[in-house]
């Protein structure tokens, strides 16, 4: 079962607007996104990567290539697989206006505590339960395709963004999608799943600082161990990363 990190893009300059960027061209990293992608990068140097999937948008493109500009372990990283699964929700009319007056709106509640009955107005308006299919579509096949070239100690990266990371987890925590918004994804945050033939596991959400070296794959004794319980929970608790 390879090992997924899920990775918001930096903070963008849509964020530093509090406006709703969706899919608006031209929303790129701001000053402190870039910073918080190239720290990202060093975080991932002792991890190798078999692949990394992105989002079409530039703050995703952008996050992913300073991520891929630091060698890993082996050398250079691979180039970026884009797949527009991967992209942000498309919120219609309401892309590109302030949240505050978003706020206002009588979806925003609908968004808030029904999210998977919230279907964005206008044009191209996309609802939240199509994007959460879409996307766990997109992790699911990209996840078997890693497992049958790469093996089941691959690690990868998809690059997206944060309603697209807690709709993903949602689905790894079996969570209904209304419960999604108890999720936080910051931006060039990691989060990390596996999925095994019985479940996902859930190791780690929301991680803007850890150490992800212990995410790299590990040696061969440690390796077959963890495959005859791949699918199995640990009672009481796992022993943790060595």
Not at 134 to 161: K, L, N, P
Not at 166 to 195: E, N
Not at 211 to 237: C, E, H, I, N, T
Request: neutral net charge; charged residues 25%; hydrophobic residues 40%.
């Amino acid at each position: 079962m390879p090992t997924l990190l899920l990775v918001r893009h930096g903070r963008s300059t849509a964020n530093t607007a509090a406006v709703l960027a969706g899919w608006t061209p031209g929303v790129h990293l701001d000053d402190t996104g870039r910073g918080q992608a190239e720290a990202l990068a060093r975080r991932l140097a002792p991890v190798p990567v078999a692949d990394v999937v992105v989002s079409p948008l530039e703050r995703c493109q952008e996050t992913a290539a300073a991520l891929v500009a630091v060698d890993g372990p082996s050398g250079p990283r691979p180039a970026l697989r884009t797949d527009d699964r991967l992209g942000e929700c498309k919120y219609g009319d309401w892309t590109g206006r302030a949240l505050k007056d978003l706020a206002k709106e009588p979806l925003w509640r609908t968004v808030q505590s029904h999210p998977s009955a919230a279907v964005f107005p206008g044009p191209g308006g996309e609802g939240l339960a199509t994007m959460q299919h879409r996307a766990v579509e997109s992790v699911r096949e990209h996840d078997a395709r890693i497992a049958a070239e790469h093996g089941e100690d691959a690690v990868w990266v998809a690059v997206t963004h944060g309603d697209v990371i807690k709709a993903v987890l949602a689905d790894a925590l079996g969570m209904h999608l209304d419960l999604f918004q108890r999720i936080s994804a910051d931006p060039c945050s990691v989060s990390v799943v596996r999925y095994a033939p019985l479940r996902p596991f859930v190791l780690r959400m929301n991680d803007s600082g850890g150490d992800l070296a212990g995410f790299a794959p590990p040696g061969k004794k440690r390796r077959s161990a963890r495959k005859r319980v791949s699918s199995d929970a640990v009672v009481g608790g796992s022993t943790g990363s060595a």
